[in-house]
C-alpha cells in the first residue's frame, strides 16, 4: 500500500481563527501548493495553480493507498473543496500524525514535535518560514483586498516552495518514529467515525445568536452606566477590579481580598458570610456579615457579578465559526493526551455553563424558549433584571435541531465512581450499583457513601449528610486529602464549620482527637488549607472513614505505585494490577486498559527522593515537560482513559443504529434524529449502557432526554 505524505499551502482573505469551515468559504481561498511524497520517495512540489496533477501522484492514487497529513482536517478541507486532485479524501484514506502524537501523550505541533523526536533544527529557517507564509497567504495591508503573487516577488516564491519540502519531510519522519499501538493501529475506524461527526456538524440557531451578541452588548452599557453612577465616576466599569476594590474599601471601609465571581454571588445572595469592615472612627478591623452591608454595595456587587458573565463572547463565536447554521470541527479526539479524552475546539460544549433559572420550571423547554423569543425580540430586559444571567444560561441552548429533528441526548451515570470501583475490585460497591439499576435499592450512591463510612442504615442519611458524601465520592477517589476534600466542599457550598460541629457530635471522639493530633504536623508544613484544629480534624475523620470503607481501592492506589516502579527497574517485563497490564518498552512506560487502548509515559523515571515522573504535556503550562506524578493521579488517568473508551467504543455501534451523533460533551452523547418516536433517548441510553466484551461483568447505566434545544437535564 502506498503512503502519500502531503501538506498544502493555501491562502484565504477569511482568518483562520474563524475555523477551517470558514476559512474555505473565502472569495479569494486557493490552494497555491501541495507538497508530496510517496513512500520513501523525494519530496515534490506542485503549484496546482499553474499546472495538473503531477503524474506520480495520480499513480500512486490508483493503487491502494493512504494519506499521511499533520492536522487533516485542514488540508482534508482545503483538497476537497478546492477540487484540485480531482477527487475528495475521505476520512478513511487517512492517517493524521497530529491525532498519532496526541494518542501516545505527546504535543500536537509539528514543530514540537521535530525537537522532541531529534530531527534536524534549522531556527533561523522556520523563522524565515513564517515571515514567507504571512507574505503569501496573508491579505496585504491596504483598502483593497489583494495578496501577493508570485509573479511579486519570484525569489521568494522560491524559498516559500523550499520550505515546502522541509514541513513534508518531518512529517514522514513523525509518522516513522512515533508509537502506533493507539492510532493508527487500534482506534482508527473510531477515529473516522470522529471525523464524520465533525463533517457533519453542530447545527445553532443564528438568529439566536445573533440577538444575544446585541442584547449582551446594550446590557453592557446599562451596567457600566450604573456602575459609574453608584461610584461616582470614580469607577467606570464594574469589570475594572483594582478599582472597584479601592472604592468599595475608601467608601465602605469594608476589605475584599478578591471579587471572585463565585465569592461576590456569596455576599450578595447570602445572608451569613463574614466580611471584614474598617472602623473609620477606631481604625480597627471588625467583622460583619453580609446581611449588614448597605443596599448601594450589594446593588454594586450585584453588577460586578453581572458584568463578570461574559456570554457574548460565546455567541460571537457562533457566529464567527458557523456555515450555514452550523459549527463544524469543535471537538478534538485525544486533545486531552494524558486519558485520550475529548479537547474542545471553537464553542467548547464541555465548558458551557449549566444553567439554573428553569430548574423550577413545569416545561423547561417551554420556559427557555419564551426567554429566547425575549432575546430575539430585543425584549429581555423588560422581562428580567438580570439580562446577563438569562444570556449565560441560555448558551447551550443555541445548539438547535433544524426543522423536523430533534436532539436526543443521554449519558452515562457516575461512570468514573463506577470506573474506579471496577478497576480497584471494588465488590461490595460493584453490587450496590447492580442493585440500584434493578431498582432494588432506592437511595443513591452519594447516600450509601456516608452511610458505608458512618455505619449507619442509608435510609437514616439526612439530605445535608448526602451532600457530605457526594464531596467524599467526588473529592477522595484518587487518594485525595484533606485539601481534595476542600475543593468539592467549596463548590458544593458545604459549610466546614458546621459540618465540623456535626461530626465531632456524632463521631468517634476517640478518633477524631487522634485526627486532631495531626493538624499540628498538617499546619506547619502548609497542609492545613487555613483550617481550625476542630474543622481540619473533622475532614481528615471523614476521609479515613471513607478509605475504610474502600480498602480495595486504597489498596490499588498503592498498587499502582508499585508496578509503575516495577516496570522502569524491569523493562520488558509485564506487571498485572487487576484489569490493567504494566509494561517498559523502550523509552515508554504503557499502561493498557481492559480496552486494548494504553496510556503513554514517556522517559518515566523515580527520583533521588523516590517521586515518580515522566516527560508529557503539562495540563497547566502546555509545556512539554517532565511531570511528578503519584499513585493517586495514575488511578485518575486509569479511570478517566476507562471511563473514555466505555463512552468511545459505543460510537460505531449508535451510528449504525441510525442516531448521527453532533457532539460528545464529557460522558453524554449528543444526537440530532429525526423528530419521531422510534428514536428516544431511552433506546440512546440502552445502547450505552450495553457493557463492552471487555468490560462485561461492569454495571453501566445510562438516562437522557428529547429536546429541540440542548441543555443539561
Avoid at 387 to 392: A, F, R
Avoid at 652 to 657: S, V, Y
Wanted: hydrophobic content about 40%; proline content about 4%.
Amino acid at each position: 500500500m502506498n503512503k502519500i505524505y502531503l501538506d498544502t499551502e493555501t491562502r484565504s482573505e477569511i482568518p483562520i481563527s474563524r475555523g477551517v469551515s470558514a476559512y474555505v468559504e473565502g472569495k479569494m481561498f486557493a490552494v497555491l501548493m501541495v507538497q508530496y511524497a510517496i513512500n520513501d520517495g523525494p519530496v515534490r512540489v506542485w503549484e496546482p495553480m499553474e499546472t495538473g496533477i503531477p503524474d506520480d501522484l495520480v499513480s500512486a492514487m490508483q493503487d491502494k493507498h493512504m494519506f499521511v497529513i499533520h492536522n487533516s482536517v485542514f488540508d482534508r478541507l482545503v483538497i476537497n473543496k478546492s477540487g484540485v486532485l480531482g477527487r475528495i479524501i475521505r476520512p478513511e484514506d487517512v492517517i493524521d500524525t497530529m491525532v498519532q502524537a496526541y494518542a501516545h501523550g505527546f504535543p500536537g505541533g509539528l514543530g514540537d514535535l521535530s525537537v522532541i523526536l531529534g530531527l534536524p533544527q534549522d531556527k533561523a529557517k522556520d523563522k524565515r518560514g513564517k515571515m514567507l507564509i504571512q507574505t503569501f497567504c496573508v491579505p496585504k495591508r491596504g483598502k483593497e483586498l489583494t495578496f501577493t503573487e508570485k509573479h511579486d516577488k519570484p525569489e521568494e516564491w522560491a524559498e516559500f516552495v523550499e520550505y515546502g519540502l522541509k514541513d513534508v519531510e518531518a512529517l514522514r519522519e513523525v509518522h516513522k518514529k512515533l508509537p502506533s499501538h493507539n492510532y493508527p493501529s487500534l482506534e482508527h475506524d473510531i477515529w473516522v467515525y470522529d471525523q464524520k461527526i465533525n463533517d457533519r456538524g453542530i447545527p445553532v440557531d443564528v438568529e439566536f445568536a445573533e440577538a444575544a451578541v446585541k442584547e449582551a452588548a446594550e446590557e453592557r452599557v446599562r451596567l457600566n452606566n450604573k456602575t459609574s453612577e453608584l461610584t461616582r465616576d470614580e469607577v467606570s466599569a464594574a469589570t475594572q477590579r483594582d478599582k472597584l476594590l479601592k472604592f468599595i474599601a475608601d467608601d465602605y471601609g469594608i476589605v475584599l481580598p478578591a471579587l471572585r465571581s463565585k465569592d461576590v454571588q456569596d455576599i450578595v445572595t447570602r445572608p451569613d458570610v463574614v466580611l471584614k469592615k474598617n472602623d473609620a472612627v477606631t481604625n480597627k478591623i471588625e467583622r460583619i456579615l453580609s446581611a449588614d452591608i448597605p443596599a448601594e454595595l450589594r446593588e454594586l456587587l450585584s453588577l460586578r457579578v453581572q458584568s463578570s458573565m461574559n456570554s457574548a463572547a460565546k455567541y460571537k463565536k457562533v457566529l464567527d465559526q458557523q456555515v450555514g447554521g452550523r459549527m463544524r470541527y469543535t471537538l478534538q479526539m485525544y486533545g486531552a493526551t494524558r486519558t485520550g479524552r475529548d479537547a474542545g475546539r471553537g464553542l467548547q460544549p464541555q465548558n458551557l455553563r449549566r444553567a439554573t433559572l428553569w430548574k423550577d420550571a413545569d416545561d423547561i423547554e417551554a420556559a427557555i424558549e419564551q426567554d429566547i423569543e425575549a432575546v430575539k425580540a430585543g425584549a429581555i430586559s423588560m422581562v428580567t433584571n438580570n439580562t446577563m444571567h438569562v444570556l449565560s444560561d441560555l448558551v447551550r441552548s443555541v445548539i438547535c435541531a433544524t426543522p423536523g429533528h430533534k436532539l436526543v441526548v443521554a449519558d452515562l451515570s457516575n461512570i468514573e465512581g463506577r470506573g474506579l470501583a471496577y478497576l480497584a475490585g471494588e465488590e461490595w460497591k460493584l453490587q450496590y450499583f447492580r442493585d440500584y439499576d434493578a431498582g432494588k435499592i432506592k437511595f443513591d450512591n452519594y447516600k450509601m457513601a456516608y452511610a458505608k463510612a458512618m455505619n449507619i442504615r442509608p435510609e437514616d442519611v439526612t439530605k445535608d449528610e448526602r451532600q457530605i458524601g457526594k464531596v467524599q465520592e467526588l473529592g477522595l477517589g484518587y487518594e485525595g486529602g484533606v485539601k481534595a476534600f476542600l475543593t468539592f466542599a467549596a463548590v458544593y457550598r458545604l459549610d466546614i464549620a458546621v459540618m465540623a460541629d456535626a461530626v465531632w457530635a456524632s463521631g468517634d471522639l476517640a478518633r477524631l482527637e487522634d485526627c486532631k493530633r495531626k493538624y499540628d504536623w498538617a499546619k506547619e508544613h502548609g497542609y492545613h488549607a487555613g483550617l481550625t484544629a476542630h474543622e481540619y480534624s473533622a475532614c481528615e475523620y471523614l476521609k479515613q472513614l471513607w478509605r475504610d470503607s474502600h480498602p480495595k481501592t486504597v489498596r490499588f492506589w498503592s498498587d499502582l505505585d508499585t508496578a509503575f516502579r516495577n516496570s522502569i527497574a524491569n523493562p520488558g517485563e509485564v506487571f498485572t494490577v487487576n484489569r490493567l497490564k504494566f509494561r517498559k518498552t523502550g523509552s515508554y512506560l504503557f499502561i493498557r486498559l481492559p480496552s486494548g487502548r494504553v496510556l503513554t509515559y514517556l522517559h518515566p523515571a523515580v527520583d533521588e527522593d523516590g517521586h515518580l515522573s515522566f516527560v508529557g504535556v503539562d495540563q497547566f503550562t502546555k509545556k512539554f515537560q517532565r511531570i511528578k506524578t503519584y499513585s493517586g493521579k495514575l488511578a485518575e488517568n486509569v479511570t478517566s482513559g476507562f471511563a473514555r473508551d466505555v463512552l468511545f467504543y459505543h460510537i460505531p455501534d449508535i451510528e449504525k443504529a441510525g442516531y448521527p451523533i453532533i457532539s460528545r460533551v464529557h460522558d453524554e452523547f449528543i444526537c440530532e434524529c429525526p423528530d419521531m418516536p422510534e428514536y428516544s433517548a431511552r433506546k440512546l441510553a440502552d445502547m450505552m449502557a450495553t457493557p463492552h466484551k471487555w468490560c462485561s461483568d461492569m454495571p453501566l447505566a445510562a438516562a437522557g432526554f428529547e429536546a429541540h434545544r440542548y441543555r443539561k437535564d
